[in-house]
T-cell receptor, first 114, second 113 residues
Framework: AQSVTQLDSQVPVFEEAPVELRCNYS??????LFWYVQYPNQGLQLLLK??????LVESINGFEAEFNKSQTSFHLRKPSVHISDTAEYFC????????????FGQGTELSVKP | EPEVTQTPSHQVTQMGQEVILRCVPI?????FYWYRQILGQKVEFLVS????????KSEIFDDQFSVERPDGSNFTLKIRSTKLEDSAMYFC???????????FGPGTRLTVL
């Protein structure tokens, strides 16, 4: 069965510091990979996605993630975080050519302190 | 920018009552989904819907649950006889193609007393 593991449930970090949120997945078939962000009392918003092509994908607000097939990982990074990045971050996969449902990780709560 | 909308934002109900959660997906999307998130837990897939029928459902989606697209715009989730453990945030999502990003609504918080 497919699964997604986010290794850190909470990541506290100071403003302007770099951050990495880790995500590993398990699947016997090819996958599409996503990072969603959930701000307090809001729904899920897509942060970035990997469907095919370049393994390094970037978002408009400075986050990037790299698909590593050999390590089955899709870690999220940002070189310098802001207070406004405080949110819950969810890694998710959907299976290639199989229905489209998203399988989510447990989420990582990023807390940026001044 | 088009968005997925959900109503109500918060629903409180008594155990055993029926509830209907409503969603309006983005108009040119073809695939529709319901997910739920129990407080403190991860987001879980419930059901996907395409071409007016269920394409996949999870173990959670038992006979108490049903989905419907009654017209060209709404997509509903019905829980026939709610249980305490149905208390959760329910998210609707849609996309144009399988594998594309899914656009999520803001969620309906269901509280079963």
């Amino acid at each position: 069965a497919q699964s997604v593991t986010q290794l850190d449930s909470q990541v506290p970090v100071f403003e302007e510091a770099p951050v990495e949120l880790r995500c590993n997945y398990s699947s016997s078939v090819s996958v599409y990979l996503f990072w969603y962000v959930q701000y307090p009392n809001q729904g899920l918003q897509l942060l970035l996605k990997y469907l095919s092509g370049s393994t390094l994908v970037e978002s408009i607000n400075g986050f990037e993630a790299e698909f590593n097939k050999s390590q089955t990982s899709f870690h999220l990074r940002k070189p310098s975080v802001h207070i406004s990045d405080t949110a819950e971050y969810f890694c998710a996969v959907s299976l290639y050519n199989q229905g489209g449902k998203l399988i989510f990780g447990q989420g990582t709560e990023l807390s940026v302190k001044p | 920018e088009p968005e997925v909308t959900q109503t109500p934002s918060h629903q409180v109900t008594q155990m055993g009552q029926e509830v209907i959660l409503r969603c309006v997906p983005i108009s040119n999307h073809l695939y529709f989904y319901w997910y739920r998130q129990i407080l403190g837990q991860k987001v879980e897939f419930l059901v996907s819907f395409y071409n007016n029928e269920i394409s996949e459902k999870s173990e959670i989606f038992d006979d108490q649950f049903s989905v419907e697209r009654p017209d060209g715009s709404n997509f509903t989730l019905k829980i026939r006889s709610t249980k305490l453990e149905d208390s959760a945030m329910y998210f609707c999502a849609s996309n144009r193609r399988v594998g594309n990003e899914q656009f999520f609504g803001p969620g309906t918080r269901l509280t079963v007393l």
